[in-house]
């Protein structure tokens, strides 16, 4: 009698081998971002969204084995279930670094306006079921603008420090801000250290109130190509410094 071998390839990466190479590796990713989150301000979050993943993962396995479909099946649902939950938590940590930025700046002294306008106004109507205009391009509901925050939808439309104690060494954290259309800088941000600070923003006007200007302030103005408008309010510059200023940035209108 002949016996018949049969061979089979080898299997690299079977179902049930990533189902729990994904299950043990969320679980250590749990107690990793646990441990982390007292130091990380945004580790808190990130843990609910990768534990939710985890209680996600159990249920879909007992929902398998009810229904019996395949694990490469439920795999494909989690591969998904990631990559919408890696944009939430970046969603999250985006809004929470804008909301940390705003908190400062109004207990220094600043104020915030979002780009939320209702017939061209930046008041919004108290009445929920009111609709208003967000970034100057599409309409929503106010109780939906509430009930998530302005900061996840709009951007900063007036940003006015030129009252406040916000201080020139964290200039550059108002990149977390995203697009600021109008900035407002008083003598305590408009310092040479403050100014260079401005690179890293993206700012369409810019108002400097009541300060200095020397020659060194307005050559790290001449880098903000982006400019289109800049005004020096009650504050001292040479002559001679704003014409090189209006050459540097010929599409910016600089008023004095």
């Not at 890696?86 to 929470?96: D, K, N």
């Not at 020397?214 to 001679?240: G, I, M, N, Y």
Request: proline share 2%.
């Amino acid at each position: 009698m002949s016996q018949s071998t049969h061979l089979s390839r080898p299997v690299l990466f079977s179902a049930r081998a990533l189902f729990r190479f994904l299950l043990i590796s969320q679980m250590a990713l749990v107690v990793l971002l646990w441990s982390f989150g007292v130091t990380w301000r945004d580790g808190r979050a990130v843990t609910m969204l990768v534990l939710a993943l985890l209680v996600g993962t159990m249920i879909g396995e007992a929902i398998r084995r009810r229904f019996r479909f395949g694990r490469r099946v439920l795999i494909a649902g989690l591969s998904i279930s990631v990559s919408i939950a890696a944009v939430l938590a970046w969603q999250v940590t985006r809004i929470h670094q804008h909301r940390m930025i705003v908190s400062r700046i109004e207990q220094s002294g600043g104020s915030v306006l979002y780009y939320v306008t209702d017939q061209g106004s930046l008041d919004i109507p108290k009445n929920d079921t009111a609709w208003v205009q967000v970034n100057g391009a599409y309409h929503m509901p106010v109780w939906l603008l509430n009930f998530i925050g302005k900061d996840a939808f709009a951007s900063v439309r007036i940003l006015d420090l030129s009252r406040s104690t916000y201080p020139d060494t964290n200039m550059d954290d108002l990149a977390h801000l995203g697009t600021v259309h109008d900035l407002h800088l008083g003598k305590r941000q408009a310092t040479s250290v403050g100014l260079a600070k401005l690179m890293s923003l993206s700012i369409n006007d810019l108002w400097i109130c009541d300060s200095r200007v020397s020659t060194t302030d307005v050559d790290h103005l001449k880098t903000l190509k982006q400019l289109h408008t800049l005004v020096f309010l009650r504050s001292q510059v040479a002559p001679e410094s704003l014409r090189d200023l209006q050459t540097e940035l010929p599409n910016c209108q600089v008023c004095f």
